[in-house]
């Protein structure tokens, strides 16, 4: 099985070409990873040449635009504060590529897990909830979106019928940028996980 992941892409909608991107540095046509985000060209041309190249993809090229950084209350914040609208059209928009069964975690809090093939589980985890520069955690840092409840009961039906699980998110739990409670409580969960083969370290 191939599996492209891409994840993390930071558009740059202004970025411009010959501009200085950090002292004595020029930002080029195609990007400058030193300190730029990605110019919309240059993700243009990569999905182009995916769709053209990769002609085996069976899974859907997603334009998702989300703020990763401050913006993300848990469930728990209601009101004009609440992200359900962006959780909600994501789980409109990706049913026709995953279960049905993956809307109701998806509106909640963004992460979901799906069964890919016989004996293989994909688990999704939205580390949003862990982000160390995300306000709205100061009033929950352990289990904000009871996210990481819902992991242990996944891996556990999936020991139970002998599954392998592969977790996929954005930001390294463990990393500065993932605040430590969360961390730690992850780490717990997935270390015991290990010890029954279920997940395979890397």
């Known amino acids: 099985m191939r599996v492209l992941h891409i994840s993390d892409i930071h558009m740059d909608f202004d970025y411009t070409p010959g501009t200085e991107a950090q002292k004595g540095v020029k930002a080029g046509k195609w990007g400058e990873y030193s300190s730029c985000d990605t110019p919309v060209w240059t993700l243009e041309n990569m999905f182009q040449h995916l769709s053209k190249n990769e002609k085996e993809s069976t899974g859907p090229v997603e334009d998702v635009c989300m703020n990763n950084s401050r913006g993300f ?3 728990f914040v209601r009101g004009d504060k609440s992200v359900k609208w962006l959780y909600t059209a994501l789980a409109k928009s990706w049913t026709h590529w995953l279960p049905l069964d993956t ?3 998806i509106s909640r809090g963004g992460f979901y897990t799906v069964a890919v093939r016989p004996g ?6 939205n580390t949003n909830y862990c982000n160390a520069f995300n306000w709205w955690l100061l009033l929950n840092t352990t289990d904000p979106a009871n996210e990481l409840q819902w992991l242990i009961s996944v891996l556990q039906e999936s020991e139970n019928i002998g599954e392998k699980v592969h977790i996929i998110g954005h930001i390294p739990p ?4 993932c605040l430590k409670a ?3 409580n992850y780490y717990d969960i997935i270390n015991r996980a290990t010890v029954q083969q279920q997940i395979k370290p890397q």
């Open 73 to 75: 209350p848990p469930p």
């Open 103 to 105: 809307v109701q975690n």
């Open 120 to 125: 293989l589980r994909i688990v999704s985890v």
């Open 174 to 177: 463990g990393h500065d940028a």
């Open 182 to 184: 969360w961390s730690w």
